[in-house]
C-alpha cells in the first residue's frame, strides 16, 4: 500500500468561496467573537472604544481585545507572536477580519487597558453565574508562586548588600596590596599593571557606592528587599529553592472547579489572604452564607474573625508551630481550657489561671500561669522556664476552636480542597505555560493575570457546554438586554422566541446547561456587579 501523498505545491486548488466556511461551528473564536461584541467597551473604560473625529483611525479596541483573548487561549502571549499569528494563523484572520496590528500595538493595548482587562474576566464570570455554573456554597483557596521578570541577581536585602560590601572592600585591598608591590619593586610581579589594577579599584568604587546608595533606600522604603528590574517583586520560597515571584491567589466554586475570584500579591505567605479572598468571592457569588476551606499557610486568627463577621464558614487546618513539641515538651493542646472558669488545667491537674493582658503585635493576648510549678513532679517535661510554665491566649481564640472543631467533624471538606484547587495551577503553568508574567508592577501583572483567569475559566466552559450551546446562551442574553434598554417590534418577536425556547428548557429538567431569567447580565456589572 503506498504512503498517504499530499497534493503538489504547484496545483491549482478550489478554496472555499468564503473565509468562514475554515471555521467550524464548534471553534471557540466563534464565540471569543461574539463575547467580546455583546461588551460595552467604553462603559469598561477601554481607551479609543470611540473613534477620533480627527487624526489617523486607530484599530477597535475589540479586535485586539480579542486578539488577546485567543493568544491567551492558545499560549501565545508575547505581543510578536501574536503578530506573526495574525499573518498566518487562519483562526486568527477571520477573527480579526484580515486585520494584521503590529506589535507595538499589541503590546501598548495590554499596557493601557490594565482596569479594563480586569474587568472583562469580571464580565466573563458573572457570565458563568448567570448560566448557574457556581454552587455557590463552597469554595476553595489556594496560592501559587508565579515568576516574575526580574533575576535572582537583580534583588537585594539588607544582608546580601552587606555581604557584597564587604567583598568589595576585601577586593579592594587585594588591589591596594598589589599596587604596594609594584611601588617596592617586589621580585614577583602582580598579575596586572598598575594602570589596570587603578582601572579595577575606581569599577569598584562606583559599584560600592551603588551598593551604598540601594542600602539607603531600602532602609527609607522600610521594605525588607528591592528589586531593580520590577520594583513590586519579591524574592520567594518555592519547590525548588528561591526564585524572584509574585503570589497569586485564586478562588475556586465546588461545582465546576471555576474560578470565582483571583488577585496577585507581592506577600511571600498567604496568612493574609484568607478573608479578602473569600470575600470577594462571596460578593461575585452573591450568597448570604458560605463555606470556604484552605490550606494551613491561611491560618491567621484575624483573618478567621473576619470570615466569621462576613457569614463565612472557613475551614482551615491548624499549623503545628509549637517550639515546646520541637524540644519533645508538652504542647498547649495538652492543657485544657475551661471557658466558664478562664482558666488551664495541666497534665498533672494543676490549674493555670488568668493573670495579665497585653498587647502583642497588634493582637490581644491573654497569659495564664500557675505557682505550682515549683514542686511539679512533672516540671521537666513540661517546660524550660525556672518561673514555671505560662500560656498565652488570643481573646478571640474561641473563633479558632471552633473552627478547628468543624474540622475535626468534617474532614472530607480538607480533602474535597486539594481536588478543586491545587490543579488549577498545574493547568496554568504546565498546559497553558503562564507560570511566569511578561509585564512588570503589581498594577500590570494584575491586568495579565485576569487574562490567563479568563482564558482558564473559557477553557473549562466550553468543555462542559460546548462552543454551540454556550453562543445560544450568550444570544438569549443579548437579545433580553436589547429589548430592554431598547424595545421595538423586531426585538420583542426575538423576545417571544426566547421566552418559548426557555419554556421548553424549564420542561426539560435534564438539560445539559440551565438557564434562569432570575437575574440580567449587563455591561456594567463587570464593573459594578449590580442586577438589574
Known amino acids: 500500500m503506498p504512503h498517504i501523498q499530499g497534493v503538489q505545491r504547484d496545483a491549482v486548488l478550489l478554496f ?261 479572598m473569600a470575600i470577594g468571592a462571596k460578593e461575585v457569588l452573591g450568597v448570604e452564607t458560605l463555606e470556604a476551606t484552605a490550606d494551613m499557610g491561611y491560618a491567621h486568627g484575624e483573618q478567621v474573625k473576619q470570615c466569621e463577621s462576613a457569614k463565612i464558614v472557613a475551614y482551615v487546618p491548624k499549623p503545628h508551630t509549637s517550639r515546646s513539641q520541637r524540644k519533645g515538651l508538652f504542647t498547649k493542646d495538652d492543657f485544657r481550657y475551661d471557658a466558664i472558669d478562664d482558666a488551664y488545667t495541666c497534665p498533672n491537674g494543676a490549674v493555670l489561671t488568668f493573670r495579665f493582658q497585653t498587647t502583642e503585635k497588634g493582637r490581644e493576648t491573654r497569659y495564664y500561669a500557675t505557682n505550682a510549678c515549683g514542686v511539679c513532679p512533672i516540671k521537666a517535661r513540661c517546660t524550660e522556664n525556672k518561673r514555671g510554665r505560662r500560656l498565652t491566649r488570643w481573646v478571640d481564640e474561641h473563633i479558632l476552636e471552633e473552627m478547628e472543631q468543624r474540622v475535626q467533624t468534617r474532614p472530607e471538606i480538607l480533602r474535597q480542597r486539594k481536588e478543586l484547587v491545587e490543579h488549577v495551577f498545574g493547568t496554568m503553568k504546565r498546559h497553558m505555560q503562564h507560570g511566569y508574567f511578561l509585564l512588570k508592577t503589581l498594577a500590570k501583572v494584575r491586568a495579565e493575570f485576569s487574562l490567563t483567569v479568563l482564558t482558564y475559566n473559557l477553557k473549562r466552559v466550553i468543555a462542559i457546554m460546548g462552543v454551540p450551546k454556550l453562543l445560544a446562551a450568550l444570544l438569549d442574553q443579548a437579545i433580553l438586554e436589547k429589548w430592554l434598554s431598547q424595545p421595538d417590534m423586531q426585538v420583542l418577536v426575538k423576545l417571544i422566541e426566547w421566552i418559548d425556547r426557555w419554556l421548553c428548557r424549564m420542561m426539560k429538567r435534564d438539560a445539559k446547561f440551565p438557564t434562569r431569567t432570575s437575574r440580567v447580565f449587563t455591561h456594567s456589572d463587570a464593573g459594578l456587579g449590580r442586577t438589574a
Not at 473565509?19 to 463575547?35: C, G, M
Not at 486607530?58 to 485567543?70: Q, S, V
Not at 457556581?134 to 537583580?154: C, M, P, Q, T, Y
Request: aromatic share 8%; hydrophobic share 35%.
Open 16 to 276: 472555499p468561496a468564503s473565509l468562514d466556511e475554515y471555521i467550524t461551528d464548534d471553534n471557540p473564536v466563534r464565540f471569543i467573537d461574539a463575547f467580546v461584541d455583546q461588551l460595552d467597551l467604553q462603559e469598561l473604560g477601554f481607551r479609543r472604544a470611540v473613534a477620533a473625529p480627527t487624526g489617523r483611525p486607530a484599530y477597535h479596541p475589540g479586535d485586539l481585545l480579542k486578539l488577546y483573548i485567543y493568544g491567551y487561549l492558545n499560549r501565545l502571549r508575547s505581543s510578536r507572536l501574536l503578530e506573526r499569528e495574525s499573518h498566518r494563523n487562519v483562526e486568527l484572520i477571520w477573527l480579526l477580519k484580515k486585520l494584521t496590528p503590529d506589535f507595538k500595538t499589541i503590546a501598548d493595548f495590554r499596557k493601557d487597558n490594565l482596569q479594563p482587562l480586569q474587568k472583562v474576566c469580571r464580565a466573563f464570570t458573572l457570565l458563568c453565574k448567570e448560566l448557574e455554573l457556581f454552587g455557590g456554597e463552597l469554595v476553595a483557596i489556594d496560592g501559587s508562586k508565579f515568576k516574575a521578570w526580574n533575576n535572582r541577581k537583580r534583588n537585594w536585602n539588607d544582608e546580601k548588600l552587606k555581604r557584597a560590601l564587604q567583598e568589595i572592600d576585601h577586593k579592594i585591598t587585594s588591589y591596594l596590596q598589589e599596587l604596594d608591590a609594584h611601588d617596592r619593586q617586589d621580585p614577583n610581579p602582580p598579575r596586572l599593571t598598575a594602570l589596570e589594577l587603578q582601572a579595577r579599584i575606581e569599577q569598584l568604587r562606583v559599584r560600592q557606592e551603588q551598593y551604598q546608595t540601594l542600602r539607603e533606600e531600602l532602609a527609607a522604603s522600610g521594605e525588607s528587599q528591592i528589586s531593580l528590574t520590577d520594583p513590586d517583586s519579591r524574592s520567594m520560597s518555592i519547590g525548588q529553592g528561591v526564585e524572584v515571584c509574585y503570589n497569586v491567589q485564586v478562588v475556586t466554586d465546588a461545582k465546576h472547579k471555576l474560578i470565582v475570584a483571583n488577585d496577585v500579591t507581592n506577600d511571600p505567605t498567604d496568612s493574609d489572604q484568607l478573608a479578602p
